[in-house]
């Protein structure tokens, strides 16, 4: 008999264990209504005692952080950072004493900890649910979020537990230790576990550089910016001097490559500024100056504008039309504040064909130069109409002539010649040659580049010196 009752005994212990097991796979509305009786764990009464509110702790510590950072800096492709939380660690718990299993819930936010001691939210992540035990965690797995970089993160867990699906308690832990790397600008930095929030703030970003196609430069001609180590996609301002000449977006890798026109300024040089936010960075370029002839060869009587850039402001330039190596003047003028004027003038009618130089010298030792070309047909010749033909008579047969003899030739002495008078040159231009001031004159080829007339400058009418 004993054996017997002892066989039922342990047939109902087995029973009873079958019956637990499936409970711990029914879903919440299946349990919810449910009352476990006279079922008790020493683990359980434990865990209670120590923690009359709910049984969570987060997996987070000196040696394995509870939250890791990866900063994503400009040369790796991006500029976030990536906050990889791990989940809390959550038991089941029931103000009614013998409940085993329950439905518990997490969600992470992460706010930006401000040097006031405040913390604004940044992001509050999605809400997960899953059955606890008391002596089975949730299976709840690690998520991450990317955030943008440069911001001091804290994370922060909040547990809830329900019953009868209404909730009965709610925990909330914040992260203490978080893990620091980096992915990118090889900067200085000072990587490992840290407390107090996901802060990149002692990581130190390598400089941002700029680099220009020129260093030496005329008016109205072309230069290319590149610029590394800047923020990702964000906007850049180009400044010339003190202005603004244009904005452009960063690339995703901090990158910027652009070209601009350098604007009517004065010879000297001159600061090219790239400015993001709280970033900048400069570089110096040199303008130099620039006589530029609109058009550049044409025939005698052609008008043609000399554009003068680059030159000091106020500064008196004499303007020459060279013949060979004898010069004539053109004009004289005075320089604008950016160092900029205009003049037109006439190619002198005895120019002869080919290549002629044009010289501004400045009083201050600045110089430009340019080449007209002269072709051998001047404007005024072309323009007069050629004559008509007249058509050639036809012949007429003359009658026969009588043949009447020929008288006897006398010989009359030739008379003594007459001098012929010497040709005075009163219808040549004299030209006084003038020294070429080398030093100071420098011209930059620029080749392809289109005519970009500077229209604040008026031209000044003048001519060469006038033909007798």
Same mark, same amino acid.
């Given at each position: ?14 029973l ?7 409970? *711990? ?13 006279g ?64 439905? =518990? ?39 991450a979020y ?15 537990? #329900? ?14 230790? #978080? ?15 840290v ?41 850049v ?7 603004? =000449? ?25 600061k ?7 970033r ?32 000091a402001?106020?500064?008196? =330039? ?37 290549? *002629? ?65 010497t ?6 231009? =004299? ?38």
């Amino acid at each position: 008999m004993r054996s017997r009752a002892l066989s039922v005994c342990l047939g109902l212990v087995l029973l009873l264990g079958v019956a637990l097991a499936a409970i *711990h796979h029914l879903p919440v509305t299946a349990f919810s209504s449910v009352a476990l009786r006279g079922f008790d764990l020493l683990a359980v009464n434990e865990a209670r005692a120590a923690n009359a509110t709910g049984v969570s702790y987060l997996p987070d510590s000196a040696t394995s952080p509870g939250v890791r950072c990866t900063h994503k800096l400009p040369t790796s492709g991006s500029n976030s950072t990536r906050v990889s939380i791990k989940a809390p660690v959550v038991y089941a718990r029931d103000a009614a004493k013998w409940r085993e299993i329950q439905l =518990v819930t997490w969600y992470a936010t992460v706010y930006e900890a401000q040097a006031n001691g405040k913390q604004t939210l940044v992001k509050q992540g999605s809400l997960y649910s899953a059955i606890a035990a008391d002596d089975e965690p949730a299976p709840f797995s690690d998520i991450a979020y990317t955030l943008p970089i440069g911001k001091n993160y804290v994370v922060v867990a909040t547990i809830g537990w #329900y019953t009868n699906n209404a909730l009965t308690g709610v925990e909330r832990h914040q992260y203490t230790y #978080y893990g620091q790397s980096f992915a990118g600008d090889s900067g200085s930095r000072s990587a490992g576990i840290v407390t107090g929030g996901c802060n990149p703030g002692f990581f130190t970003p390598p400089p941002a550089k700029i680099t220009l196609s020129r260093t030496r430069i005329n008016v109205d001609s072309s230069v290319t910016v590149t610029i590394t180590g800047f923020p990702s996609n964000a906007p850049v301002a180009i400044n010339w001097d003190k202005t603004t =000449v244009k904005t452009v977006q960063s690339a995703l890798n901090g990158s910027v490559s652009t070209s601009f026109r350098i604007p009517p300024s004065v010879v000297g040089s001159h600061k090219i500024t790239a400015v993001s936010g709280a970033r900048s960075v400069s570089a110096t370029i040199t303008v130099v100056p620039k006589l530029r002839l609109k058009p550049t060869s044409g025939p005698t009587g052609t008008s043609v504008i000399v554009y003068l850039r680059g030159f000091a402001a106020g500064e008196s =330039v004499t303007v020459r039309w060279y013949e060979g190596s004898k010069a004539t003047e053109i004009a004289t003028v005075k320089m604008s504040l950016t160092g900029s004027k205009n003049v037109v003038f006439t190619v002198p009618k005895k120019a002869k064909a080919g290549d *002629h130089l044009i010289r501004g010298d400045g009083n201050r030792g600045n110089a430009a130069k340019a080449t007209f070309v002269v072709s051998n047909v001047s404007i005024s010749a072309a323009s007069v109409a050629s004559p008509t033909p007249t058509p050639t008579p036809k012949a007429t047969v003359a009658p026969t002539a009588t043949p009447t003899p020929m008288p006897t030739a006398t010989v009359t002495p030739e008379p003594t010649p007459t001098p012929l008078p010497t040709a005075t040159p009163d219808d040549l231009e =004299v030209l006084t040659p003038i020294p070429e001031p080398e030093p100071g004159l420098e011209v930059i080829p620029e080749p392809g580049e289109p005519d970009v007339p500077d229209a604040e400058e008026p031209p000044i009418e003048a001519e060469a010196t006038p033909e007798p």
